[in-house]
Each structure stands twice: as C-alpha cells, then as structure tokens.
C-alpha cells in the first residue's frame, strides 16, 4: 500500500506543473528561464508545446492585438478575456496576467479584487504590476493575501505620458542604485520574479547576482535569470518595426502576406477551391 502511494506521489511529481517556487529553484539551479507574452488560446497552445515556462498575457496585447498606440487604453475586462482565452490553449501552463493601467494604482482595495480576478476568473497563477518603491506596500499586501506577484522595473510603459517615451532606465550610477534598490524591496515584499524591462546589462547582472528571486529581463542582457519576449516580435509579425532588444526567429508576416495574396489571386482566377475541397 505504501509502495503504491510512493508510486503514485512519484508520477504526480514527475508531471507537476510549475509553481512559483519552481523558479527560485531554477535560479539556484542555473537553469534559465522562458518567458513569452502569449495573447490567445493559439498562441498559448504553441508556447505550451515549446516548452515555454511562463506565459505572460502582457499588457502590451493593447497594442500587438487590440491596435491601440500604447498599453494605456487596455481595460480589465479585456484582459481577462485574453487570459481566459490563453489558460483554454494552454492547460498546463504556468500563466501571469499583466494587470493594465489605472487597475491596480488606484485604491489597494479595488488593486487586490481586481488580482484576485486574474486567479478566481481567468485561471492564471499569478499577476504582474509595474512599478518600485512606490508598489511595495500594494506588493507587501497582495503576497499575504496570497496573490503571487511578479515585478517590473526599469522602463515602465504604463508611464510613457510622465516620462515623455520609452528610455532605458538606469543609466545613472543614481539611477542604478535606485534600481537595485528597488529590486531589494521588491524581493523583501515577496515578489517571485522581477521583470527588468530596458536596463544596461552591467546594471541588471548587479541585481541578479544580488537578489534571490529569479530576474527576467527584455532588453536587459543576458545575464539575467530568465529572458520573456513578445510573441510578435520574435515571429516577425510586425514588418515596419523590430525593437533593438527582439530576435526575430521566423518572418511570419512575410509568409502570411504571400499566403493571402495567392489566396486572393486563386479565387479571382478561379483556380480555388477545386474539387479537392468540395463536397
Ligand atoms: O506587456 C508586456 O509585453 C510586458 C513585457 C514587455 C514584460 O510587460
């Protein structure tokens, strides 16, 4: 009986899914870790077969699927939706929903009912907000509410109004040492993760040799713990515009263009569909 039961805890472990603590013991580990934004239940699908580790539903789906100019517009609700929709193609998934603007700055009551959404609705594991020393007290009560929380510091785009664009944070000896410290407090809060958003690679290899909890960095170098990338970028969906810190792995719009104008060009001369496809 007992042989059974250690069996089975046995094979329940050997499938288990990630949990936060799966990614400090990868930091410990030296293994890196795989973030990707992931929008919908097809995108989500793909990540989860790659191997992805976690899946962020960014807020940046504002611009990379809804079309807006920036993350500001994005609403809660879209948000969930797009979660609900990336938990249904990804199962088994780690999963963070990015909390958009003005849902969690305004009150830290309407900030926890608004996280506790993103588990109680949408099936994520965890959330994500923006922002440092001025997050901890919201990040200090939303762990002990028993949110996990991943942070984000250096470039903020849910500030791109206050600071006039997207800069690179922490090119200052100030500004760096306001970084780390900041990434202390975080930790201290009991943050999981730290995303490190457009930051010089000496200033990001400092945090993660200093801090225990994983570091995920975009734009930040490669010495941080784990890497996320946005799902468009690195499949070349955008063909306008690379940003400097993406890698562009296929050229999907390339492909999809073609594939559309041979489409439109075969029903117009009548060679689609053909018998092959009727019924
Ligand atoms: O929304 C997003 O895509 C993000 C990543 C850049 C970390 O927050």
């Excluded at 930790?187 to 457009?198: T, Y």
Aim: hydrophobic share 40%; aromatic share 8%; net charge neutral.
């Amino acid at each position: 009986m007992v042989f059974m039961y250690n069996l089975w805890v046995k094979n329940m472990s050997r499938k288990a899914k990630k949990t936060v603590c799966s990614f400090r013991n990868m930091k410990r580990d030296g293994e890196k870790i795989v973030m990707l934004t992931t929008y919908d239940a097809p995108s989500g699908r793909l990540a989860e077969e790659a191997g992805v580790d976690i899946l962020l539903v960014g807020d940046s789906l504002a611009m990379t699927v809804l079309g807006y100019e920036n993350t500001l517009p994005l609403t809660l609700e879209e948000s969930l939706h797009h979660c609900r929709a990336v938990r249904r193609g990804a199962p088994n998934s780690f999963i963070v929903g990015d909390m958009p603007f003005m849902t969690y700055q305004a009150s830290e009551s309407e900030a926890l009912k608004n996280a506790a959404r993103y588990l109680k609705e949408a099936g994520c594991n965890a959330v994500k907000v923006e922002g440092g020393m001025q997050m901890i007290p919201l990040f200090a009560k939303m762990v002990q509410a028993g949110i996990p929380v991943m942070g984000h510091i250096g470039l903020l785009p849910q500030q791109v109004l206050t600071a006039g664009g997207y800069k690179v944070a922490g090119r200052t000896e100030e500004d760096a040492d306001r970084l780390m410290a900041e990434a202390l407090a975080l930790e201290e809060a009991g943050a999981f993760c730290i995303v490190l958003e457009c930051l010089p690679a000496t200033v990001s290899k400092r945090i993660a040799e200093t801090v225990a909890v994983p570091t995920i960095g975009i734009g930040a170098g490669p010495h941080c713990d784990g890497q996320v990338q946005v799902f468009l970028d690195i499949l070349g969906m955008f063909d306008g515009f690379k940003p400097k810190h993406a890698k562009r792995y296929a050229n999907l719009a390339g492909d999809v263009h073609q594939a559309l104008s041979s489409y439109c060009q075969e029903v117009r001369e009548k060679k689609f569909p053909t018998e092959e496809h009727s019924f």
